[in-house]
């Protein structure tokens, strides 16, 4: 079994920035992409932002130029930083990744518990 533990979220003011953290541990023979999503009070949870195990990062178009997605493959740590935060990036923060166990024969799929960050004055 794999298991993600998030760390980093809180309470910031509009236009501050946060750093999210997430490290995967377990029985763990490979990750492939690892990534971010967020659920917003009243809304469905979207991808926020995803990275290859080669370093490629896709990101919603509302947190280009805004947060930036990267990975410590030796750690199996993948990192959010978020910078020029508004009320509406408010949510509940996941990361997630795709993992091969040893043994296993596809990889799958693994999620954080969550993590609240809050964009308020």
């Known amino acids: 079994q794999v298991q993600l533990v998030e760390s980093g979220g809180g309470l910031v003011q509009p236009g501050g920035s946060l750093r999210l953290s997430c490290a995967a541990s377990g029985s763990i023979r490979r990750i492939a992409d690892m990534g971010w999503y967020r659920q917003g009070p009243g809304k469905q949870r979207e991808l926020v932002a995803v990275?290859?195990?080669?370093?490629?990062?896709k990101y919603t178009d509302s947190v280009k130029g805004r947060f930036t997605v990267s990975r410590d493959n030796a750690k199996n740590t993948v990192y959010l930083q978020m910078n020029s935060l508004t009320p509406e990036d408010t949510a509940v923060y996941y990361c997630?990744?795709?993992?091969?166990?040893?043994?296993?024969?596809?990889?799958?799929?693994?999620w954080g518990q969550g993590t609240q960050v809050t964009v308020s004055s």
């Open positions: 990275i290859t195990s080669g370093e490629i990062a």
């Open positions: 997630y990744a795709q993992a091969l166990s040893p043994g296993a024969p596809y990889y799958g799929s693994f």
